[in-house]
């Protein structure tokens, strides 16, 4: 054929291509079936095939939408986007109760909204007058990555929605995933469907992430202008209205025991399923009552996952490996012949302290039932004895480090009289290899320091290599060196340069917890960042060491007290943590400055009518205020409940501190 025929017929397709892929992504009104759209892109590409000089652009392979995403921008979740706490069976349901009761004061009657959990990839969609804006990958839970376009190729994702009642801004949440028959197609290219649909949503090329036949189901909301809805389930039913899927098999139940026989009837259908799901998320319906009970550090109290029953296999164990941990704990790890449990190749299956060995008499060689859940580490459940040989050798527990070969001990705990399970060393700090390794691990971590490109692996190379041996070596990397060695190039230092330099600015709060100090975890790291508001404060207080100080915040006690203590009797702990505050941008700890409750302080003595101390204490909190536990100068306020401590009331009254009922306290809110 004459080139300019063969041009102009492969303009005027492109022009049509254009035309219906306006249709659909920006104005989402398609005109043509799928089929039809994707027999005139196959035209095009047949013609660029056979006419090499047509390549160009406007290719349909290498476009998708009208913007194609290049590299994925980082973007805050205006709402964090937590994971679920898991329950494995009645017990863990009644405890999930309970915990709710106690933190309402109140054993209530309510409904849950019931909603099988797909296992997929969680996804946040925000629309701005009804318009698809942003599509954001949950990330690290804090941040996600901006992944619209990607996201738009979902069909199942309406980019522009038409009902009257939608608002004008809200962050929609659910699950991108792919149906087992659509994977049995591609399954040689991905280990399971969960990776197919994150690695198809994570493709730089927006074209790449079509060709894997993805599904949407949206199942909560992130952000909100107001509150749109009374229950969960009347959300649910709105956003199959405004053009969403919704899960079919969602339900309303309102009892344990319901609940209990709907995921016994569900699990014994989820094989026949078209998805994977790894168990059903039961989530207190009524959302009032969900704003109230709030959130933990890592998940919501209103809401749990029940997951279906784990997989075992029976396998034997060829070894036993001692790994040291960041705090010094001594965990024995089972080598087991490689066995197949549930679709996932297992070699390791944890047998968690030394009183666990001892108890179950495991020994190498044995022949032994090892379970795996979801993504929990594989543990040994039983040793099957019979199969024991004659000659087996009870196993001997190290006394000593096998890292660095210092003395180990079970601490005694006082509180319960007993001596602890865990063996640990106690060279607890930068002498130990093992331990430091943890360390290191600890500070790069998502919820630390979160340093892209750096990850455990990567630490563990450096150590090795002699790069970073203490957290501040990270920060003068000798990037020339790196630069050589394989794996790496140009590109992906020059990332690992940007994320390390990035990661310099840091909340007082992640700085405390990135410290990996033992029993200071997220929420005392917080506790403790509230208190003490900025880095130098910090600082003063290690050197004068009095750590007896934090007694008084609510929440900490003696046990993180004592640990800090112990933590900072090494020298080179506080050294570390001064050089550290010399190289990083410690941010002072900010908190909601606007509440009414600003720079006020308070105390609660006795019960508190139809409220528990959680509830107040966060309800405190939310309006700028804070806690404290002690009757002392710098208290404002002691709020009396029924049967107040009197000593406490007198201390309050010598000292001039106002006494409030919890009645005047919520006049002070309004
Ligand atoms: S609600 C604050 N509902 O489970 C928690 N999550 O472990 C909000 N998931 O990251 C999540 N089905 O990927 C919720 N019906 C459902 C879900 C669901 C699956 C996943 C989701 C989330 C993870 C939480």
């Known amino acids: 054929m004459n080139k300019d025929l063969v041009k102009n017929k492969y303009n005027l397709k492109i022009k049509e291509f254009n035309k219906h892929n306006r249709l659909y992504y920006n104005k989402s009104k398609p005109i043509i079936t799928d089929a039809e759209y994707d027999r005139l892109k196959n035209e095009i590409i047949i013609l ?21 995403s290049k590299s994925f921008e980082k973007f805050k979740h205006k709402v964090p986007m937590l994971s679920l706490a898991n329950a494995f069976g009645e017990e863990d349901l009644i405890n999930f109760e309970k ?127 107001y509150n749109l809805h009374k229950y969960q389930s009347d959300f649910l039913n709105d956003l199959k209205k405004w053009g969403f899927k919704i899960n079919k098999d969602n339900k309303i139940i309102n009892s344990i025991d319901e609940l209990i026989k709907y995921h016994k009837s569900f699990e014994a259908k989820r094989f026949g399923l078209d998805y994977d799901l790894d168990g059903l998320v039961y989530k207190v319906n009524d959302l009032n009552l969900q704003n109230r009970l709030g959130f933990t550090s890592n998940s919501p109290r209103w809401a749990i996952a029940h997951k279906f029953s784990a997989d075992s296999a029976k396998t034997m164990i060829i070894n036993i490996d001692i790994q040291v941990g960041r705090t010094g704990a001594l965990t024995p790890v089972a080598k087991v012949k490689p066995v197949n449990i549930g679709g996932v190749v297992v070699s390791n299956a944890t047998l968690h ?101 750096l990850g455990k692996k990567v630490v563990e190379k450096f150590w090795d290599l002699h790069f970073i041996k203490k957290p501040q070596d990270i920060f003068s990397l000798n990037y020339n060196k790196i630069v050589n060695l394989e794996g790496w190039g140009k590109q992906s230092v020059n990332n690992l340069k940007n ?111 139809g409220i528990s101390r959680a509830e107040a204490k966060s309800l405190i909190e939310k309006n700028s205020g804070t806690t404290l536990s002690s009757v002392n100068k710098k208290l404002d306020y002691l709020v009396l409940g029924e049967k107040a401590t009197k000593r406490k009331v007198e201390q309050a009254k010598n000292l001039g501190i106002n006494i409030i009922s919890f009645e005047e306290l919520r006049k002070l809110l309004n």
């Open 48 to 68: 660029e095939k056979k006419y090499k000089y047509l390549r160009n652009n406007s290719s349909p392979n290498l476009q998708v939408g009208f913007k194609p």
């Open 353 to 453: 302290n030394e009183d666990e060995i001892q108890r179950k008499d495991i020994r190498i060689g044995d022949t032994v039932t090892v379970e795996r859940a979801g993504d929990v580490i594989p543990h040994v459940i039983e040793v099957d004895k019979n199969k024991r040989g004659k000659n087996a050798k009870k196993f001997q527990f190290p006394t000593s480090c096998p890292s660095c070969g210092s003395d180990t001990t079970k601490e005694f705990n006082v509180t319960t009289k007993k001596y602890d399970a865990v063996r640990r060393c106690t060279n607890e700090s930068y002498g130990c290899e093992k331990i430091s390794i943890e360390k290191l691990k600890h500070f790069i971590s998502k919820d630390a320091l979160n340093i892209d490109g």
């Open 99 to 225: 915990k709710i009761f106690n933190y309402l004061s109140k054993n209530i009657k309510f409904d849950y909204s019931v909603e099988p959990k797909i296992d997929g990839i969680s996804a946040s969609l925000t629309y701005i007058d009804k318009k698809l804006i942003y599509g954001v990958s949950r990330g690290d839970g804090e941040t996600g990555e901006v992944i619209t376009e990607n996201l738009k190729t979902i069909k199942d994702i309406p980019l522009e929605i038409k009902s009257r009642d939608f608002p004008d801004e809200i962050e929609i949440r659910g699950e991108v995933f792919i149906k087992k028959k659509d994977f049995f197609k591609i399954k040689d290219k991905f280990a399971n469907p969960r990776n197919a649909a994150s690695g198809s949503l994570r493709q730089k090329n927006p074209n790449e992430t079509k060709k894997i036949p993805l599904n949407f189901i949206a199942y909560t909301f992130g952000y909100t202008q």
């Open 499 to 609: 994320s390390i330099e990035k990661s310099k600015k840091i909340s007082l709060q992640r700085f405390i917890y990135s410290i990996g100090i033992r029993h200071i975890g997220i929420e005392s790291a917080k506790l403790i960042s509230d208190n003490i508001k900025n880095i130098s404060n910090f600082i003063e207080l290690i050197k004068l060491k009095q750590f007896d100080k934090f007694l008084n915040i609510d929440g900490i006690g003696e046990t993180q007290i004592n640990s800090l203590k112990n933590f900072f009797s090494n020298k080179l702990n506080s050294d570390i943590v001064i050089e550290l505050n010399s190289i990083l941008k410690i941010e002072n700890q900010i908190s909601n400055e606007n509440g009414k409750l600003r720079d006020k302080s308070f105390m609660f003595t006795g019960k508190l009518d």
